[in-house]
């Protein structure tokens, strides 16, 4: 009888899989896949694959909470500590904030540069201003901001507020928490805040 090189081969896979689903080999969990493929040995890096109570939360609901888990969520937030800047002046410079929106410098392995500072990267989510052609909708539209909301004390501190900690309003956000997570410092966000709010800003053109 003669044997095709196709046969030997079809043997060979399927031993190949037996000996592969035989019970012994060990898959791992997500979570060890996570940890194993993450090269680095800095512990302020490896810290970032630690969930706190809120990311476990969202991990478990895949981000589609129920009513009692995101009030859960949402109040657990709105206990945390929200530091405002030097002064209490929550309204910035939009210009710099403009800056800010438009930089997605920092947090990835390789963004070292002594002295440099984070950006939001706005514009990855949200549209910022009519003439950006490039920009995200993950998150909603936020052209006119100001014009449509005004800036009163009540609105100026709900935005301040809303991009420290977005949790506390809106539960599993995709909204990173610039503060809570020390992404962004006070007098970055109150430059944000004065992005979307200050009447000259390109926002509210």
């Given at each position: 009888m003669k044997y095709t090189a196709a046969a030997f081969t079809g043997v060979a896979l399927l031993v190949g899989c037996a000996s592969i689903d035989d019970g012994q080999r060990h898959f791992p969990t997500a979570d060890e896949a996570i940890a194993t493929s993450w090269k680095t040995t800095d512990p302020a890096w490896r810290q970032r694959l630690v969930q706190d109570d809120t990311q476990k939360l969202c991990s478990q609901v895949r981000d589609r909470p129920d009513k009692a888990t995101a009030e859960r969520i949402e109040k657990m937030n709105q206990t945390m500590k929200v530091v405002y800047p030097e002064g209490g002046?929550?309204?910035?410079?939009?210009?710099?904030?403009?800056?800010?929106?438009?930089?997605?410098?920092?947090?990835?392995?390789?963004?070292?540069?002594?002295?440099?500072?984070?950006?939001?990267?706005?514009?990855?989510?949200?549209?910022?201003?009519?003439?950006?052609?490039?920009?995200?909708?993950?998150?909603?539209?936020?052209?006119?901001?100001?014009?449509?909301?005004?800036?009163?004390?009540?609105?100026v501190k709900y935005t301040y507020d809303k991009i420290w900690n977005a949790q506390a309003f809106s539960a599993c956000s995709n909204m990173p928490r610039f503060g809570h997570n020390g992404i962004l410092t006070p007098a970055q966000i109150a430059d944000l805040v004065a992005l979307l709010v200050d009447p000259a800003s390109p926002v509210n053109q």
């Amino acid at each position: 009888m003669k044997y095709t090189a196709a046969a030997f081969t079809g043997v060979a896979l399927l031993v190949g899989c037996a000996s592969i689903d035989d019970g012994q080999r060990h898959f791992p969990t997500a979570d060890e896949a996570i940890a194993t493929s993450w090269k680095t040995t800095d512990p302020a890096w490896r810290q970032r694959l630690v969930q706190d109570d809120t990311q476990k939360l969202c991990s478990q609901v895949r981000d589609r909470p129920d009513k009692a888990t995101a009030e859960r969520i949402e109040k657990m937030n709105q206990t945390m500590k929200v530091v405002y800047p030097e002064g209490g002046k929550l309204v910035g410079d939009w210009k710099r904030g403009e800056a800010i929106a438009q930089s997605g410098y920092g947090l990835r392995v390789g963004d070292t540069t002594p002295n440099r500072a984070i950006g939001g990267n706005c514009y990855a989510c949200h549209q910022l201003q009519a003439k950006e052609l490039s920009y995200g909708t993950l998150g909603p539209s936020l052209l006119g901001y100001g014009k449509l909301r005004g800036r009163s004390d009540a609105i100026v501190k709900y935005t301040y507020d809303k991009i420290w900690n977005a949790q506390a309003f809106s539960a599993c956000s995709n909204m990173p928490r610039f503060g809570h997570n020390g992404i962004l410092t006070p007098a970055q966000i109150a430059d944000l805040v004065a992005l979307l709010v200050d009447p000259a800003s390109p926002v509210n053109q």
